[in-house]
């Protein structure tokens, strides 16, 4: 069991956390800013109240997978949310992050947890081979190579 890979993704998670709970105290901010004048003039908040939601929505799903992180061990060779995993098609390795949008990496593509390839590799173990179907009648397969 790695301390580190679940410390390492936790503090990206509480990073991007951090991040969204500023940008929603600045949107806040600004919203108070300009609610003034008539109804009329307060109707052009309604974009600045959406987005507002929609970081109340990031933020409260980025506590519960920072909670479901705080909960989960993570072992080493086997593919869990968080982890960088290299994979091969067969067409040689390819790198990816196993997560949310907010464990994203720059420079690696995100594979979701929810999505097809995502319920296929995470608790498979380093050298399996995984069965995927990414729509009807279609079958795939990945080799896993490693995970960090």
Do not use: C, W
């Not at 993570?74 to 949008?101: K, Q």
């Not at 690696?108 to 990414?134: C, D, F, H, K, N």
């Amino acid at each position: 069991m790695t301390l580190t890979a679940g410390n390492d993704r936790l503090t990206v998670l509480e990073g991007r956390l951090v991040a969204l709970r500023a940008e929603r105290d600045q949107a806040l901010a600004e919203t108070r800013a300009e609610a003034v004048g008539d109804v009329v003039d307060r109707a052009t908040n309604v974009e600045a109240s959406i987005r507002q939601a929609i970081l109340e929505e990031r933020i409260a799903a980025l506590e519960l997978e920072i909670a479901a992180a705080q909960r989960h061990e993570h072992v080493d060779g086997v593919v869990s949310v968080g982890d960088t995993v290299s994979l091969d098609f067969g067409d040689g390795p390819e790198s990816f992050t196993i997560g949310s949008v907010e464990q994203a990496v720059a420079g690696l593509e995100t594979i979701t947890p929810t999505s097809a390839l995502g319920r296929a590799i995470i608790g498979a173990t380093v050298g399996e081979t995984v069965s995927y179907s990414p729509r009807k009648g279609v079958t795939l397969s990945a080799k896993i190579l490693e995970t960090a």
